[in-house]
């Protein structure tokens, strides 16, 4: 139709300019163009009627119109996209169902670890090929307000419960959790195991209790401004990961923490965190479950410990009393860069179990670390980890997020503790631990990390000094 359209115009055309030709038939080229460029023009003003007026389909003719088509505006909302019901991410794992009625979201973590030791003689430490975490999860969201996690761990060629808790949050800013769970009081020991800077956790976690089963009431107000938690715990001795009790004794557990500048936009100071955590409670422990702790390297071996003898000649130490902590902590991350730093302070009232006579004396234990971590390939630090710009692909020469990291750490163990609580021979006064690695992400759950840490100590041995321990850990990780 448009073509036709055209060509009758044009014949018009060259039949009104033949008079013209007469006139001047010295100017053919000029009434060529002219006529050229009312073509064009009239070519452009039926596309353009075109496009105001959309034509139907040839195939079917316009369909009458209703007799109450006017008389009133559709009720019917527009149709919404479908919900899915299923899906997969890094960070949510493989999930199915929806929040709002039944969401149950499966996660894993594995952690193949190769472990080796040097310089270390006089010590029979063996160099080990090992699974150091193995963890299926399962949790989930009932009705938008109810949450729970299990997650057992069968790394280390054991079978532990990890976690295993209900969590309601039926209002914003306040949530009830019950079960076990990690006891929030050291920074170091919150942050998730695959997020770590370094593969171990620092000297300074020795002096914060591990997991333990209680009651807790947390959240945050102000869209993460302030996060606070209020606990009662069984009551776990400095390092330990309890399913049970042993007393009557409880524990209570605070922490608060600040993001003080989170209304600010700016990057720089949004991801600032300060804040403090600590315990308190009375234990009682037993010549069979002592209650106290023991103390390990960045390559797990125990260079600590308070005296336990089964044979009866030596007092058992046992743990009777107050035992209290508190921790001060921050983090910063700013671009690449993050900075991680804690203080913790632990005190337990100890005795032995060979009488009544027996003295106690209030140990108080002191450790620190800092470290520091800067991806190289410009991906941004954070908490949960990084979010890798590029994951790595062969085909498209992408490489992942690459992280060096260091730190400095110190464990000052109370000289009250020596001779009649721990033993100079075979343990230590202090260690002192600096480390160094990588972790290279290839995506945002699949790692490859190595670090390197040297510790040294102060006694420890039979005559002098506990030989340093240097460990090198190697690592294959896979989280979703």
Same mark, same amino acid.
């Given at each position: 139709?448009?073509?036709?359209?055209?060509?009758?115009?044009?014949?018009? +055309?060259?039949?009104?300019?033949?008079?013209?030709?007469?006139?001047?038939?010295?100017?053919?080229?000029?009434?060529?163009?002219?006529q050229?460029?009312?073509?064009?023009? *009239?070519?452009l003003?039926?596309?353009?009627?075109?496009?105001?007026?959309?034509?139907?389909?040839?195939?079917?003719?316009?369909?009458?119109?209703?007799?109450?088509?006017?008389l009133?505006?559709?009720?019917?909302?527009?149709?919404?996209?479908?919900?899915?019901?299923?899906?997969?991410?890094?960070s949510?794992g *493989?999930?199915?169902?929806?929040? &709002?009625?039944?969401?149950?979201?499966?996660?894993?973590?594995?952690?193949?670890?190769?472990?080796?030791?040097?310089?270390?003689?006089t010590i029979?430490?063996?160099?080990?090929?090992?699974?150091?975490?193995v963890?299926?999860?399962?949790?989930?969201?009932? #009705?938008?307000?109810?949450? #729970?996690?299990?997650?057992?761990?069968?790394?280390? $060629?054991?079978?532990?419960?990890?976690?295993?808790?209900?969590?309601?949050?039926? #209002?914003?800013g306040?949530?009830?959790?019950?079960?076990?769970?990690? /006891?929030?009081?050291?920074?170091?020991?919150?942050?998730?195991?695959?997020?770590?800077?370094? *593969?171990?956790?620092?000297?300074?976690?020795?002096?914060?209790?591990?997991? &333990?089963?209680?009651a807790?009431?947390?959240?945050?107000?102000?869209?993460?401004?302030?996060?606070?938690?209020?606990?009662?715990?069984?009551?776990?001795?400095?390092?330990?990961?309890?399913?049970?009790?042993?007393?009557? $004794?409880? &524990?209570?557990?605070?922490?608060?923490f600040?993001?003080?500048l989170?209304?600010?936009?700016?990057?720089?100071?949004?991801?600032?965190?300060?804040?403090?955590?600590?315990?308190?409670?009375k234990?009682? $422990?037993?010549?069979?479950?002592?209650?106290?702790?023991?103390?390990?390297?960045?390559?797990?071996? !125990?260079? #600590?410990?308070?005296?336990?003898?089964? /044979?009866?000649v030596?007092?058992?130490?046992?743990?009777?009393g107050?035992?209290?902590?508190?921790?001060?902590?921050?983090?910063?991350?700013?671009?690449?860069?993050?900075?991680? +730093?804690?203080?913790?302070?632990?005190?337990?009232?100890?005795?032995?179990?060979l009488?009544?006579l027996?003295p106690?004396? /209030?140990?108080?234990?002191q450790?620190?670390?800092?470290?520091?971590?800067?991806?190289?390939?410009? &991906?941004?630090a954070?908490?949960?980890?990084?979010?890798?710009?590029?994951?790595?692909?062969?085909k498209?020469?992408?490489?992942?997020?690459?992280?060096?990291? $260091?730190?400095?750490?110190?464990?000052?163990?109370?000289?009250?503790?020596f001779? !009649?609580?721990?033993d100079?021979?075979r343990?230590?006064?202090?260690?002192?631990?600096?480390?160094?690695?990588?972790?290279?992400?290839?995506?945002?759950?699949?790692?490859i990390?190595?670090?390197? +840490?040297? !510790? /040294?100590?102060d006694?420890?041995?039979?005559?002098?000094?506990?030989?340093?321990?240097?460990?090198?850990?190697?690592?294959?990780?896979?989280?979703?």
């Amino acid at each position: 139709m448009r073509q036709s359209a055209i060509a009758g115009l044009v014949g018009l +055309a060259l039949l009104w300019a033949r008079p013209a030709q007469a006139q001047d038939p010295t100017s053919v080229e000029e009434r060529l163009a002219a006529q050229e460029a009312r073509i064009r023009e *009239l070519e452009l003003r039926i596309s353009q009627s075109q496009l105001k007026t959309p034509r139907l389909p040839q195939t079917a003719p316009p369909a009458p119109p209703s007799p109450s088509a006017n008389l009133a505006p559709s009720l019917t909302p527009p149709a919404s996209p479908p919900v899915p019901l299923f899906g997969f991410s890094w960070s949510e794992g *493989l999930w199915v169902g929806r929040p &709002d009625v039944v969401q149950i979201r499966f996660h894993a973590l594995v952690q193949a670890d190769t472990r080796l030791y040097f310089d270390t003689d006089t010590i029979p430490i063996p160099n080990q090929l090992l699974l150091r975490r193995v963890r299926p999860m399962i949790e989930g969201t009932l #009705f938008d307000f109810a949450d #729970f996690r299990i997650m057992p761990d069968f790394g280390n $060629g054991n079978a532990v419960v990890q976690d295993a808790f209900v969590d309601l949050h039926p #209002f914003r800013g306040l949530a009830l959790r019950a079960g076990k769970f990690k /006891t929030a009081v050291g920074l170091e020991w919150l942050q998730g195991d695959p997020y770590l800077m370094l *593969l171990e956790r620092s000297l300074a976690t020795n002096l914060v209790p591990n997991r &333990d089963v209680g009651a807790a009431l947390h959240g945050d107000i102000g869209g993460g401004i302030m996060l606070y938690e209020l606990a009662v715990m069984n009551g776990a001795p400095d390092g330990a990961n309890l399913d049970s009790d042993i007393n009557d $004794g409880k &524990d209570g557990i605070a922490r608060l923490f600040f993001h003080p500048l989170r209304g600010i936009k700016s990057d720089a100071v949004r991801y600032l965190g300060l804040g403090i955590g600590g315990s308190y409670g009375k234990q009682h $422990g037993t010549p069979t479950v002592s209650g106290l702790p023991s103390y390990r390297t960045f390559g797990q071996n !125990t260079w #600590f410990s308070y005296v336990f003898d089964p /044979t009866g000649v030596r007092a058992t130490s046992i743990a009777i009393g107050d035992r209290y902590r508190f921790s001060p902590q921050a983090y910063w991350f700013v671009g690449p860069v993050g900075i991680l +730093a804690e203080y913790v302070y632990s005190a337990t009232t100890v005795t032995g179990n060979l009488g009544t006579l027996e003295p106690k004396v /209030t140990i108080v234990n002191q450790a620190w670390n800092a470290q520091i971590s800067c991806f190289v390939t410009g &991906d941004r630090a954070g908490w949960n980890g990084p979010k890798v710009k590029r994951p790595f692909s062969i085909k498209q020469r992408h490489f992942g997020a690459l992280e060096l990291a $260091g730190r400095y750490a110190e464990l000052r163990i109370d000289p009250a503790a020596f001779p !009649t609580y721990a033993d100079p021979t075979r343990s230590a006064k202090s260690a002192l631990e600096w480390a160094l690695g990588f972790n290279w992400y290839l995506t945002d759950g699949i790692k490859i990390a190595a670090s390197y +840490a040297r !510790t /040294t100590f102060d006694g420890g041995a039979g005559a002098g000094d506990r030989r340093p321990e240097n460990a090198l850990v190697g690592r294959i990780q896979l989280t979703f």
